[in-house]
């Protein structure tokens, strides 16, 4: 008989923002079977059976949400009550002063990541937060620059990249199933518009937060699967077309790869995650829908087509999947940080906290060429993150730097903004 010693240790966790991505994502898989479970391995593709390690599987983490706020206190006692969640507040700065927590994880609007991100420096060490940190590459970039040196740790959430079909797809390109990638095509059902504004030219989705997360998390996916030819994806050209507000971009990157971005004209739609095609050499390419099915097709081979099993018909579930996967990662990362025994240890899976604000400082970056784009209606080129580029954000980042910086500062030329790209 086998004999397992519980290891799990408890991450108290507080919530900012009770929307519908709490309520029917992050809250279920905090509190489902899916937050112990074992990582997702790629077995229901590889068809590889499960180890005896993974049937004995200890989570290094047990979540427990302590607290609930949100600018609504009334929807933010609802989505309490409902999830069996001790405390709710109206005021998130109230919560952070009241309420003793490990890790916080933020659902709001990117203006208020922003701004919890710099009052919960002091209050925690670790901020989940879903969708961008700020909704400009300059607030991205002045938000890192404030933050940098200190101890808070910034997890951009990127559910769509641990989505199922999409995980397998990358384990795919990585064994080079298909070859090299020549083409990527993204089909998306909802508007990259705001329906209120679509007939002003250029009304993009930044106005409006649920908009906004969904052209961010689909532009992040690119991010992640064009990474797979060198390393690192660099957009440096968007073009961008609108009709009947249908909206098809372009998007060229630094390793010669391009891809193509088809946002459909309905206000609302029923599956939260799009379509992906990946095309490779000799005719070989992988389709993957709702994040949940995937079919690999090779000439003179059959279609071979995989979807994990146990999942439910709608296709929201895989949204959920792609959500539980990405805290499951971060609360291993962060889990050794917050041991009770108080000593400081390396997290356990490999974080990069510089890459992460990095990363989406440049889907940002397609979303607001595709703006440029879409106004002026020709490509634009797209300036790198670097140094010499970071002039152009330092005289709106100067006023948060300090008078003592400022003050050693020698010239424009010599000042740059210490990311690590």
């Known amino acids: 008989m086998w004999y397992i010693i519980n290891t799990m240790r408890r991450v108290r966790l507080g919530i900012i923002g009770a929307g519908a991505v709490t309520e029917w994502a992050i809250l279920p898989a905090l509190s489902g079977p899916d937050a112990v479970s ?56 109230r919560m952070l002063r009241e309420v003793q927590i490990d890790a916080l994880i933020c659902a709001a609007t990117p203006e208020i990541a922003g701004e919890v991100a710099i009052a919960a420096n002091s209050a925690v060490n670790w901020l989940w937060v879903y969708g961008p940190p700020s909704a400009s590459v300059t607030g991205t970039l002045r938000l890192t620059q404030r933050l940098e040196g200190r101890a808070l740790h910034i997890w951009c959430a990127r559910p769509l990249r641990y989505a199922a079909a999409h995980r397998a797809a990358r384990q795919l390109l990585e064994r080079e199933e298909i070859g090299a990638v020549s083409a990527l095509t993204l089909r998306w059902g909802t508007s990259l518009y705001v329906p209120d504004k679509a007939e002003s030219e250029g009304a993009l989705a930044p106005d409006d937060a649920l908009h906004l997360s969904s052209a961010y998390a689909a532009f992040d996916l690119l991010l992640g699967l064009g990474s797979h030819q060198n390393g690192s994806a660099v957009p440096v050209r968007v073009l961008a077309h609108e009709m009947n507000r249908a909206t098809t971009l372009q998007v060229h990157f630094a390793s010669g790869l391009a891809a193509t971005a088809l946002f459909a004209g309905a206000e609302s739609w029923n599956s939260p995650l799009p379509r992906l095609e990946i095309c490779g050499t000799e005719g070989r390419s992988i389709i993957c829908e709702a994040g949940r099915r995937l079919w690999l097709h090779k000439p003179q081979e059959a279609t071979r087509f995989m979807e994990p099993p146990g999942l439910a018909t709608h296709v929201s579930t895989a949204n959920l999947i792609g959500v539980a996967e990405d805290l499951k990662t971060f609360l291993a990362a962060c889990v050794e940080d917050i041991a009770a025994d108080g000593v400081k240890r390396e997290p356990s899976v490999e974080f990069n906290a510089a890459a992460m604000p990095v990363g989406a400082a440049r889907a940002l970056q397609i979303l607001e060429a595709a703006a440029d784009s879409l106004a002026n209606h020709q490509m634009v080129d797209i300036q790198p993150l670097r140094e010499a580029n970071r002039r152009q954000v330092m005289e709106s980042v100067a006023p948060d730097i300090g008078e003592e910086v400022k003050k050693n500062r020698q010239d424009d030329v010599s000042y740059t903004l210490p990311l690590q790209l």
Do not use: C, N
């Open 38 to 93: 074992p990582p997702d391995t790629g077995a229901w593709w590889s068809r590889r059976p499960s180890s005896h390690s993974v049937i004995r599987y200890q989570a290094p983490s047990l979540p427990e949400v302590v607290a609930i706020a949100d600018v609504e206190p009334e929807r933010a006692e609802r989505v309490a009550q409902a999830a069996r969640v001790r405390a709710a507040y109206g005021d998130w700065r």
